[in-house]
């Protein structure tokens, strides 16, 4: 699986729709400091159901929205897109049948979350559930930031299962079961 498009309007810094294209397996994103480069990573896990302001370097959900500049005006509202190919099939289940995967997040001044799968509304936790054990996710070991492998060495046992857990694929159930117990 990978990604292949991101698409951007009213987030952060990218105030007017902006598509990027991913036509590799790698990509470098270079810039002056300011210019937006971490912002694309926040993009990337705010899409994927982040809900803590602190780690998209924000103090409230909606700061994500375009805040104004000099220049603009703020804006009422942030979209996200990112566009997976999923021609090797990492997707499993419903969605297997794709060979391209889009999920979309999109949110309100008044703080209102949506989020779309293939263009259909759906739930946070369907987008969740649809990368558990893939390795990717708001919070997985594929986003790499400053600082987070100081954190994994320091990390405590639990926290390091989790993350082992989630490599081999088994968090996905472990995750069910727990939902099931609590029924
Ligand atoms: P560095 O090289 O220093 O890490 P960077 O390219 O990663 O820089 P970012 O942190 O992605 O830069 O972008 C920061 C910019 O985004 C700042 O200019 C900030 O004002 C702008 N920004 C962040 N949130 C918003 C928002 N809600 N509205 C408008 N601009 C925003
Ligand atoms: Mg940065």
New binding site residues.
Partial sequence: MRLTTIKLAGF??F?DPTTLHLPTNMTGVV??????????I?AIRWVMGESAASRL??DSLT???????SARK?VGQATVELIFDNADGTIQGEYAQYAEISVKRQVTRDGQSSYFLNGARCRRRDITDLFLGTGLGPRSYSIIEQGMISQIIEAHPEELRMHLEEAAGISKYKERRKETESR
């Fill in positions: 952060k810094s105030v810039g002056p400091n300011g210019c937006g480069k971490s912002n694309i926040d370097r924000g700061d994500v929205i375009f805040s104004g500049s703020p």
